[in-house]
């Protein structure tokens, strides 16, 4: 199944205008899940295409030309005990209705999106079109487990000159979805390019940024990394974050290290989780400037984070053709401590003290 759209047939969507957010639910073409399940590649590949056409929404648009847009990755993941439970979307809501005020769009309201998450995965399921909890996954930390990924984002009005947004469309898309790093050894690289600039768009989970993130991370896996990793732009000496994900280290002083955020990286919601359970563990985090001096001198542990990455751990870190090697290339003792407690969390087999799941009805 890998990191693939393969999209479920509800779709949400709403329109801004005046009166407000005007909503739908779209059931697109479908079969039943057991029959869509023997369907072969091609014919499955037709149904799931299918269902990303709208013929109602403008071709030429701000979007389209100009990559005005923002979205959102957030899971709802099966439990040990049954059903689906949604991990932090109150935090996602906040950072959407963040995005689109940062790129001048009318927000769309918290308490709203909490509620479209949770019914587009509900109508979904109540068409089957779900997934259920394996006992097979825990044996590998549930590094190969599945989860529903929830897409939404924002698509604007017509137009053809450089504008904003003021009638944006938001849909929510859901996908099963599994591992996002495919296998090999997870070794990255940093790249030459920058990703974000000081007073420039970073903050946002805006797809603009993501043209120059893409094209960084082909040339990394083309020369066999698992992820390229930015330096900021002002000096760059200072490690920002890779082209999906933000990244710690674990130092030999005992300090877990994280880039402060600021306007060029990306608040994600698994960053400031793992914060939260390495702080809870005794740990002493910090978020700082993380030069790559540094690191490349005294981290003994990296891992990268985020809703698809969950925590990865990462093997080495290559700069001008020269590879530092963390932990002798094994997987480091806190990184696996975090990531198997974010993901039991996650699954159900931890209990979420905290609050952070929101269950599916
Ligand atoms: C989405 C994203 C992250 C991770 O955010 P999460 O909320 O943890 O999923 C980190 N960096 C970038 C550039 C991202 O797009």
Not at 271 to 282: F, K, N, T, Y
Not at 290 to 301: C, F, Q
Request: aromatic share 12%.
């Amino acid at each position: 199944m890998a990191f693939s759209l393969n999209s479920y047939p509800v779709i949400y969507r709403a329109r801004y205008s005046q009166d407000g957010w005007q909503e739908e639910y779209l059931e697109k073409s479908h079969k039943t899940p057991e029959e869509e399940a023997r369907l072969d590649e091609a014919e499955a590949a037709a149904l799931v295409n299918s269902r990303n056409f709208f013929d109602d929404m403008p071709l030429v648009s701000y979007t389209t030309q100009y990559g005005l847009s923002c979205f959102e990755g957030l899971k709802a993941l099966p439990q040990k005990g049954g059903g689906l439970a949604i991990f932090r979307p109150d935090r996602n809501a906040e950072r959407f209705y963040n995005s689109m005020k940062g790129l001048y769009m009318p927000p769309f309201p918290e308490d709203l999106f909490i509620n479209v998450v949770k019914e587009t995965v509900r109508r979904n399921a109540a068409l089957g079109f779900s997934i259920s909890y394996k006992p097979e996954w825990e044996k590998d930390s549930f590094i190969n487990a599945d989860s529903i990924y929830i897409r939404p984002f924002t698509y604007s009005e017509g137009g053809i000159g450089v504008n904003i947004s003021r009638q944006p469309w938001v849909i929510v898309v859901i996908s099963p979805v599994s591992a996002y790093f495919s296998a090999g050894t997870p070794d990255a690289v940093i790249t030459n390019r920058i990703r974000a600039t000081p007073n420039g768009t970073g903050w946002i989970k805006a797809a603009s940024n993501y043209a120059i993130a893409a094209l960084a991370k082909h040339e990394a896996m083309d020369s066999g990394f698992i992820e390229c990793i930015f330096l900021d732009a002002a000096e760059r000496k200072y490690i920002e974050e890779g082209s999906s994900c933000n990244i710690f280290f674990y130092l030999k002083s005992g300090e877990l290290a994280t880039p402060e955020l600021g306007d060029t990286i990306l608040p994600g919601i698994t960053r400031s989780s793992i914060i939260e359970l390495a702080r809870d563990r005794g740990v002493r985090v910090s978020e700082r400037k993380v030069s790559l001096e540094e690191v490349i001198a005294g981290a003994k542990e990296c891992f990268v984070s985020g809703t698809a990455a969950g925590a990865t751990p990462l093997t080495s870190l290559t700069y001008q053709g020269k590879k530092t090697v963390f932990n002798n290339g094994k997987v480091g003792e806190l990184t696996a401590e975090l990531r198997d407690t974010l993901k039991g969390i996650q699954y159900g087999i931890i209990p979420d003290t905290k609050g952070w799941l929101v269950r599916v009805e």
